[in-house]
């Protein structure tokens, strides 16, 4: 993908795209939102102490958010057809269900995994540390947090493509599309994250006027982000077309 394609130009192509529809973007969102939230709360077993509980409320989390794939593909699925301008329904959000969703499972399997293992050392030191208040407890749990969050970033923006790349090339495996989301991402990683911390003003500006707004840029972010995709896999293929044409002249 090109730098020289400015957040400013991505945003602007995402609100043109959403235009007259955020009505159906924000009903999905929160239709995802309540699904999660449902499923979390009939899947939770207890809140105690007990380490045995801790581990079975650990493996029943992974698990769900690993299935949570199929919604997360939907997802994907729905602001695509946004973006190429095809007809939106918030029901596309189901749509990861008929479409490759083992592809869809594993590719999640990625990110959760990751989540849970960088977060993993933080969270065993704050559970059995409950009854300290020695600081150097805190500082290690917070050190193994930032190193977590910086691993878990990496990976996010890494395979960040793989769920739009399923929807367009759903005859390649999880693997490959993990693969080409990789390739696809060289030297863009700071372009995006820079796109995510860009909606940061945003995000506190719907917190401090009581959270409604949120709806709204969290539908704006996700339609910037697919556009995002849509450019930097555009301008591979342009790229390999110079390519072709180059190779074929000489």
């Not at 709806?215 to 910037?224: F, I, K, N, P, Q």
Request: charged share 10%.
């Amino acid at each position: 993908m090109s730098n020289s394609v400015t957040y400013k130009q991505l945003k602007a192509i995402a609100k043109e795209r959403s235009l007259d529809k955020y009505g159906t973007l924000i009903l999905a969102n929160i239709m995802i939102f309540a699904i999660q939230i449902f499923i979390s709360g009939i899947t939770t077993v207890s809140t105690s102490g007990n380490i045995m509980i801790f581990i079975i409320n650990q493996i029943i989390t992974l698990i769900v958010n690993i299935l949570l794939g199929v919604l997360v593909s939907g997802k994907a699925y729905l602001y695509l057809n946004l973006v190429y301008s095809q007809t939106i329904s918030a029901s596309d959000i189901f749509f990861g269900l008929k479409q490759q969703p083992q592809k869809a499972v594993i590719i999640q399997s990625l990110f959760v995994l990751v989540d849970f293992l960088v977060s993993l050392p933080a969270s065993l030191i704050l559970f059995f540390s409950r009854q300290s208040s020695v600081i150097n407890v805190y500082l290690s749990a917070v050190i193994f947090l930032i190193l977590g969050i910086v691993v878990d970033i990496y990976i996010s923006l890494t395979y960040s493509q793989a769920f739009f790349l399923l929807h367009d090339f759903p005859d390649r495996s999880a693997k490959e599309l993990l693969a080409t989301s990789r390739r696809l991402m060289k030297g863009n990683r700071l372009h995006l994250l820079g796109l995510y911390l860009s909606f940061i003003p945003l995000y506190l500006f719907g917190v401090i006027t009581l959270f409604i707004p949120l709806l709204w840029v969290s539908v704006y972010r996700y339609a910037t982000i697919t556009v995002f995709y849509q450019n930097l896999i555009s301008s591979k293929a342009n790229h390999n077309a110079t390519c072709d044409q180059t190779s074929m002249n000489t």
